[in-house]
């Protein structure tokens, strides 16, 4: 099969497709060109939900092997309100560092001969190699997305709270919730181990917070020291450790049509998911299956497979993206939330996507649901 299919971007979506793609068809040339050195990655750790590793399983035993012994996973998550601390039995996740992920998924490539270029920024698409299939997968800010804007119907939002994202070398036990009431507002941590000795720490508070306490104004290191003060009962001794921990706004983006032509997008250049359900990677090595399946299944037909695999792909994303956008507006009014009783905003919390009434919360956590409705008598 004469083909050469050029890849921009060599996060997971980008590497793992290139990876399928070569090794279902070792003559196709697939060439995977990335901004960054190999080793640049601006977060601390990956969070899945507990079962979202079970597509790799089925799919791909190998790399659902080379992953896990570097996962950290944990049955249990816990919600931090006003001192009290609330378990929400049987919600598990896992996570792993994001360079450990790059790396293994840098390895798989390199296993099928697909040797990325790294440190090679691209401004414009005509700049590319000649080729029969342009895959974007080159994040939110996706040159490929923006070329096409109109032809993909793309749409960029940003929500409304500020957040930054932090490392500490403070473990914690599970995935945890921290809300914080000051003088100035109210701020949350979501953090979570991702090494034995390591933990993500991603501070999110109001747009009118963010004002009040000076944010803006401040350098990165300033901001950092700030929210050691604000989560010092949480760090209990330990640092924040900074990592292009600047202060952003969370952003939706949408695409009418999912390929132009002989383009198509993949993982954040197509979709974002709100980080707070733990599945933007997820999605992302997901679309790469998908788009994978749908070349193998159309070959050398590229309008063909590019329009199965939107259709394919497309009803079940959206179901997991509306159940994302659920949980980002709860936490856009997180503020608000906090007025409630521990057991009350817990389960607002939990069932801040739509995707769990309480019959299957029983099932999912009794400890909880038992508390839930002893506190309610």
């Not at 083909?3 to 070569?22: D, S, T």
């Not at 378990?87 to 450990?100: M, P, Q, T």
Request: aromatic share 10%.
């Amino acid at each position: 099969m004469d083909m050469r299919i050029v890849i921009l971007g060599a996060g997971p979506a980008g590497l793992y497709l290139a990876y399928l793609i070569k090794r279902r068809e070792p003559t196709v040339a697939v060439i995977v060109i990335e901004q960054n050195p190999a080793d640049a990655t601006f977060g601390f750790g990956v969070v899945f939900s507990d079962r979202a590793l079970d597509f790799l399983r089925e799919e791909d035993e190998a790399t659902y092997a080379a992953i896990v012994p570097y996962m950290e996973s944990w049955n249990d998550m816990t919600l931090c309100l006003r001192g009290e601390r609330i378990v929400i039995d049987g919600i598990g996740f896992a996570a792993i560092s994001r360079l450990k992920l790059l790396q293994i998924l840098q390895a798989q490539a390199h296993s099928v001969g697909v040797v990325p270029l790294y440190g090679r920024p691209v401004k414009r698409v005509d700049e590319l190699p000649a080729h029969d299939l342009l895959v974007g997968a080159d994040g939110v800010n996706s040159l490929v997305r923006r070329t096409y804007a109109d032809a993909f119907g793309a749409q960029v939002t940003h929500l409304t709270n500020r957040f930054a994202w932090f490392g500490t070398r403070k473990r914690f036990e599970t995935l945890t919730q921290t809300f914080v009431e000051t003088s100035d507002g109210a701020f949350n941590a979501h953090h979570y181990r991702y090494a034995p000795d390591a933990s993500t720490f991603i501070v999110e508070t109001d747009a009118t917070t963010f004002a009040r306490v000076g944010f803006a104004a401040m350098s990165e290191a300033e901001a950092r020291r700030t929210c050691e003060r604000i989560f010092a009962a949480t760090l209990d001794g330990h640092g924040l450790i900074s990592n292009n921990s600047i202060w952003r706004r969370f952003p939706i983006v949408r695409n009418k049509q999912w390929s132009h032509g002989r383009c198509v997008l993949v993982g954040d250049a197509l979709h974002t998911a709100h980080f707070s359900i733990g599945s933007g990677t997820r999605l992302a090595m997901e679309d790469a299956i998908a788009l994978d399946k749908a070349l193998a299944a159309h070959a050398g037909d590229i309008p063909t497979a590019l329009a199965a695999y939107e259709a394919a792909r497309r009803p079940v994303l959206e179901k997991l993206v509306a159940g994302a956008n659920g949980s980002a507006n709860w936490y856009e009014r997180f503020a608000q939330h906090m007025k409630l009783a521990p057991a009350e905003f817990a389960m607002s919390y939990i069932t801040r996507s739509g995707r769990v009434d309480l019959d299957r919360l029983r099932r999912l956590s009794p400890r909880f649901v038992a508390r839930y409705e002893l506190d309610r008598t």
